[in-house]
């Protein structure tokens, strides 16, 4: 059997198509390109937008003409949900909520013998136990690997659906994230990747104080390789936390930190509770330990009641953080969350336009770190070759790009960074 998988959205659902992907293999199915023609489509959907809504329609509806007597199954945010608007999608045989990926190959074989129609999503107040979907043990990249180590978040940010998506905080055991390391480690991966939907919120309900003891735990397994936060929120951690996580060497000097906007009043009626002083203060963190410590962040233009000076506010704090990367996210209406009725809606147009500058300011402060980090030199995992280029991630996520022979590839190579390229810069080994 032939299985394609279609995914959208974020690194959580990368990690669970891969893990999906490793149970159809282990029975016997063939993974096909997204595109190719196969005997079962999974699509792994995202819905924090309208846009991901439309684009899991798109591609349904585009495989089904590629192979009409395919069976089609549809998971992830968006099955669950708006799983009554999905199992109305022409072509949908199979319908599985969040808590419910890990049974699809028995929900598809199933299917297989009586065709009829499956449809498996939990209600909200069932999604309240971590689900294991099995140990990854490869994925498409050879050098870094993601690792999911907690489910749900209780943040409830007023525009977003995520929560009721996701459920709430169910952490993974710590001895089978261990595990799960150590068999990606022996398989050469020299970066892990920890993922969650709000990894802050890691063994809250575990009863630990937070992520820290995991990072301490990760950080004393024996080898060369590294560890990478996908993000944590500042609705969950402060200065004072991040000092202490300054301290494990393996954890690299770069962090995905949510801001969402620079304005304190905008911020409140986000549901985000903290201030932009807390959130530099983080910053200010970071960059005392190592001043050019990377830090990324996310951005939404256009969020209702935003004013000119709210907006304003926004591009000054970019300014004052250095980001060194920034997603830029037009506000979307979700129904069901609380910004979906509030006031002082932003027209398409003015979202647009906030957004091509919020684009202007990402890429000027993008360039000035990179200013900045010229003539470091730092610590780079190279990762593939691209257009003649060796190319990989700094400790502090920049692309470089670089010339070396090949074998150097998933190896740790020291770099001095000379100046911006494409999107990101160019280097020179110095100790490889």
């Known amino acids: 059997m032939k299985i394609a998988f279609h995914t959208l959205g974020c690194k959580v659902n990368q990690y669970e198509t891969e893990a999906m992907k490793e149970q159809f293999t282990a029975e016997g199915g063939e993974i096909v390109p997204d595109d190719a023609f196969a005997d079962v489509y999974v699509i792994n959907t995202c819905t924090v937008t309208h846009l991901a809504d439309r684009k899991s329609r798109q591609y349904i509806r585009k495989m089904k003409r590629l192979n009409p007597d395919a069976v089609v199954a549809v998971t992830g945010c968006y099955a669950q949900v708006s799983p009554e608007e999905v199992r109305s999608i022409e072509g949908v045989d199979i319908v599985a909520g969040t808590d419910e990926k890990q049974n699809l190959p028995g929900y598809i074989a199933e299917f297989c013998r009586s065709r009829q129609k499956q449809y498996h999503v939990l209600p909200y107040e069932a999604l309240e136990h971590y689900r294991s979907s099995g140990m990854i043990t490869s994925m498409e990249s050879r050098t870094r690997a993601y690792i999911k180590i907690e489910e749900g978040c209780d943040r409830f940010c007023a525009y977003c659906i995520i929560p009721y998506a996701r459920g709430k905080v169910r952490s993974r055991r710590p001895e089978g994230i261990e595990e799960e390391a150590r068999r990606l480690l022996r398989r050469g991966f020299r970066e892990l990747i920890l993922t969650g939907i709000n990894t802050a919120l890691y063994g809250r309900d575990l009863g630990y104080d937070g992520i820290e003891p995991l990072i301490a735990r990760l950080n004393a397994l024996p080898g060369d390789f590294r560890i990478r936060l996908s993000s944590l929120e500042p609705t969950v951690i402060n200065a004072d936390y991040v000092r202490r996580l300054l301290v494990y060497e393996k954890l690299c000097p770069h962090l995905h930190l949510s801001v969402q906007s620079g304005s304190d009043r905008i911020l409140a009626r986000m549901n985000r509770r903290y201030d932009r002083s807390g959130y530099l203060e983080i910053v200010d963190a970071l960059r005392e330990s190592d001043p050019l410590y990377g830090v990324t962040t996310d951005v939404i233009v256009g969020f209702p009641g935003e004013t000119d000076e709210d907006f304003a506010d926004s591009l000054r704090l970019a300014e004052q953080a250095g980001f060194c990367r920034m997603h830029i996210f037009k ?102």
């Open 331 to 432: 506000y979307s209406r979700r129904k069901g969350t609380p910004a979906a009725e509030m006031d002082g809606q932003i027209s398409d147009e003015e979202k647009n336009r906030r957004s091509r500058l919020m684009l202007d300011k990402a890429a000027e402060t993008a360039s000035r770190f990179y200013g900045r980090c010229q003539g470091a030199v730092r610590r780079t995992l190279l990762e593939e070759e691209t257009d003649g280029w060796l190319t990989g991630y700094t400790d502090n996520y920049i692309k470089v790009y670089v010339s070396g022979a090949k074998a150097l590839l998933n190896q740790f190579c020291e770099v001095k960074l000379l100046h911006e390229y494409k999107d990101g810069m160019k280097g020179e080994i110095v100790n490889g």
